[in-house]
Nanobody, 125 residues
Framework: QVQLVESGGGLVQAGGSLRLSCATS????????MGWFRQAPGQAREIVAA????????FYAASGKGRFTISRDNSRNTVTLQMNSLKPEDTAVYYC??????????????????WGQGTQVTVSS
């Protein structure tokens, strides 16, 4: 059983930055691709970014491309999401997720096996 714990959310003004972190335990980290998802009130959960086991392959949703950067540290079993130039529409609960795969990370929530509890990101205008 893999446990995921997100941190780093908060309130920021538009144009600001936040760095989300996800600490994992209970599994072999390099066996998992990792993803960041978000869910705004009344909206479906959507992919933000994903990264394969080695960090050599990443995916970004169009909404965050050029503003967000996903990375992982396999020595510390952590994955981070650096978010710059934040916009009010980025407001959501952000979730870290783990997918058991040696291939490229999935982009659909149903492909992921474990989830964190989420961290709130609020961007004020």
């Amino acid at each position: 059983q893999v446990q995921l714990v997100e941190s780093g959310g908060g309130l920021v003004q538009a144009g600001g930055s936040l760095r989300l972190s996800c600490a994992t335990s209970g599994g072999t980290f390099i066996r998992y691709a990792m993803g960041w998802f978000r869910q705004a009130p009344g909206q479906a959960r959507e992919i933000v970014a994903a990264i394969n086991w080695s960090g050599g392959n990443t995916f970004y949703a169009a909404s965050g491309k050029g503003r967000f950067t996903i990375s992982r540290d396999n020595s510390r079993n952590t994955v981070t999401l650096q978010m710059n130039s934040l916009k009010p529409e980025d407001t959501a609960v952000y979730y870290c997720a783990a997918q058991w795969t040696s291939l490229a990370a999935g982009v659909s929530a149903r492909e992921y096996d474990y989830w964190g509890q989420g961290t709130q990101v609020t961007v004020s205008s």
